[in-house]
């Protein structure tokens, strides 16, 4: 094991202000006349403010865009959300505490000027490491508070840890924190991705590789697989209509545990980066490993996956015997390299992220069918638009639909929930061209006409 | 690592005719007279001969009945099944080599005489070590051969195995191999299970423990689960009308693989008696450990599983925090007892049955849904009678149906296939009251007058 980055960045470099690189800061700028104005507008008019989305788009190249690795605990994303015509002033920042990480979403004004508008910043942190995000939080205030000392920060808060570290965000920050529910703000978030970010939603396969999907008039319904450190699944059938309808416990936490028992690795990332080397066939049994070639009258190929990891014991066994054999293997030997039980940690790797991504989508697939639901989309951030991932989900929802469905998912998985609640924060209408309780308006006044008319017709009057 | 049982059992009883129990031999009794007159009559008749399995039940605590353990590598179970009034010969026995586990049924005449009918003996061994099995065979073979010099041994085979090791089992045994579909032994197999044996097939809850099922009068449409090293979901609608709907690669070889990386353990068995002393809250991320309470907006209990093995990857990492602050664990302690990333072997298990467990009750019950079926049974070699593993099954089945739909269990779950073989050497009939075909042609002559009338109301008449 190698010694902690976190630990041996801090010790290098312990002047706090210094430890955020100068481009996440901008959002607070120096242009603070400017910004006391919109400040003074926004008190004296509540609720007039707006998310401007015109002309929203996703920065995919931009020369000083800092690349998405780990520094300092932090992991930055790269595409930011470049919103041009959004003058208006944020005083809030969102996060979403899961399990294992902890997804940051906060806006920031463009070069220091108010009329090329700003941006929406994504990164995140290990929830274990909740300080290192405190701390960020704490700096993005107190530059906040600098600039516009009549406006305190909010942070909006969900997932699971909005609720366990309540008061320690409260105590350590000491700004409002304002918990959502986690499943509304993952819907809220998706819902905005999917109607107002163009190129935010893609479809993948290992032929056509990644392509966005148009944005559908008919959005509802759909279903959201979220995967985090567990799978949830939520069947989605209007703005806010939303049901947790199942979900399954082997997840990005099931991978990321196991792997680090089997491995050692020590990032997500590292387990992945291992997974594109390896052969799941050096570890699972094959059709072929039982039949000795395909078992064709029920369609299973040779190369179908019977049983991941099947190949293991008997591999294990057989090193085993051949030891007792006398056939050169001692048992202190096991862990050598020449033993043929110390299996490779990149076979290991592809084999369980295929096991657990074609899991996920077999179920996926199902709880569609029974909720009759033709869209699906990958959430979470077990997927981070990694590969194998993404085909495995995609290949397993066409394969189990025959074609006739398909996977989707979004270039910022991760941050569903943390958007979902930076949206919350808004007056009704922020971020929606069309707002959620418009439209469950009009909808509701068609049903009442509906009812009214068929109900005269029956000489019952309602009032 | 301790030697191999086999190799020192093997190493001290050479003999080989010594190697099985006696009781286990018996099938082919000194009574040759008496047998081979009922040799000469089958020949005489051919397609004479039925198993006969009216007051057929299951022995269930036989003195002499030896203990289902490991012994040279074969695993004999309790409860044969006693067919007191079965007097034919039977000159055939029947094998189903799945990847993992290769499972044999045989007949054999009860203490040496013919008016006491016999009973179907069930054993199994590692596929790995398949030269184990066709070394019993071969001795029922020599026995079958010595009493019945006129008729020959027939080995009835199925399972991927039944094609991998085909000539193996031809050229090692000098006897005709007759191979047989897996998918459909398996239904016949459960099919006979199902109909004809009392106390059989039963339903489990922590609650109320084993409660045996009686026969339905309608037997169709059901489901068959079954899980070996991989899962197989075959729908079946009638008498060998059946169709794998899907399955999983997560079964009993991934348990088995990973178990066996994590552990050492070397026997299944031993890994399900860890399960049983473990507490799965030691590695996976219950809702709580999110939340820090429960989630009773979308009903999740705070003791709800979120992520398998997901507190794993928290706790190492803390673990490795501490050594790098020098909190006293130096980097070679990582195996140390001490080490908090040590994580207990029996939790480790625990958790990963549970989650393989309740993955496949999901999956059923939504396969089960997508194709309207009501009845579920669990079969194969997985499932071995374990609590936990049943109640785990039965659970997940009556949680996801809201109580709708139960788990049918069998107390022979891992034989279905290779029952199935053995049955299909009989000439049409055997071991049925009512056989299939009579069935099913009484349906279609049913469903064909239905037909008729109908048309002919409609005047168009069918020939």
């Known amino acids: ?43 004296a008019n509540p609720g007039s403010v707006k998310i401007n989305v015109e002309g929203a788009f996703i920065v995919d190249d931009e020369p000083e865009s800092p690349k998405s690795v780990d520094r300092d605990g932090i992991h930055y994303e790269r595409k930011d959300i470049r919103l041009p015509h959004h003058t208006g002033v944020v005083s809030h920042v969102a996060v979403d505490i899961g399990g294992s990480l902890c997804k940051l979403v906060y806006f920031s004004r463009e070069h220091a000027t108010c009329d090329n508008g700003g941006r929406l910043n994504f990164l995140n942190f290990e929830t274990e490491r909740i300080d290192l995000c405190i701390e960020f939080i704490k700096h993005l205030k107190e530059n906040h508070e600098a600039r516009s000392p009549a ?203 295929f096991a657990i991504s074609n899991n996920i989508g077999q179920i996926a697939y199902l709880q569609s069918e029974k909720h009759k639901i033709k869209h699906i989309y990958f959430g979470g951030s077990f997927i981070r638009g990694h590969r194998q991932t993404m085909n495995t989900l995609s290949y397993a929802i066409r394969f189990w639909s025959n074609g006739e469905k398909q996977a989707y998912f979004l270039r910022h998985e991760g941050y569903l929930g943390s958007v979902g609640a930076f949206l919350k924060r808004q007056p009704e209408n922020w971020g929606r061209r069309s707002s959620f309780e418009e439209a469950a308006a009009v909808r509701f006044a068609n049903y009442r006409d509906e009812l009214r008319r068929s109900s005269s017709r029956e000489g019952e009057p309602i009032s």
């Not at 479809?203 to 979220?226: C, G, H, I, K």
């Open 1 to 43: 094991m190698s010694p902690s980055k976190t630990s041996s960045v801090t010790a290098a470099d312990p002047s706090r202000s210094r430890r955020f690189p100068a481009r996440h800061l901008r959002t607070f700028s120096d242009d603070r006349e400017l910004t006391q104005n919109i400040v003074q507008e926004t008190i």
């Open 151 to 353: 406006d305190k920060l909010c942070v909006m808060a969900t997932g699971g840890g909005a609720f366990k570290y309540y008061e320690m965000l409260k105590d350590a920050l000491g700004v409002d924190v304002i918990r959502e529910d986690e499943m509304e703000c993952l819907i809220i978030g998706l819902d905005f991705f999917i109607t107002e970010i163009p190129n935010e939603v893609f479809t993948y396969s290992e032929t056509t590789s990644m392509e966005f999907a148009e944005a559908r008039p008919d959005v509802y319904p759909y279903m959201l697989v979220n995967i985090g450190s567990g799978v949830s699944m939520v069947k989605v059938c209007g703005p806010r209509q939303f049901q947790r309808v199942g979900g399954t416990s082997l997840g990005g936490g099931t991978f990321w545990g196991i792997m680090s028992l089997l491995t050692g690795a020590r990032t997500f990332d590292d387990m992945l980066a291992m997974a594109d080397k390896g052969d799941n066939t050096g570890v699972d049994m094959l059709v072929g490993d039982i039949y000795g070639t395909d078992y064709g009258k029920i369609g299973l190929k040779s190369s179908t996956i019977a049983s991941t990891f099947g190949k293991v014991f008997k591999m294990k066994r057989a090193a085993e015997q051949s030891a007792e054999d006398g056939e050169g293997l001692s048992h202190s030997d096991n862990d050598s390299v020449d033993d043929p039980s110390s299996f490779h940690h990149e076979d290991m790797s592809r084999s369980l992220l």
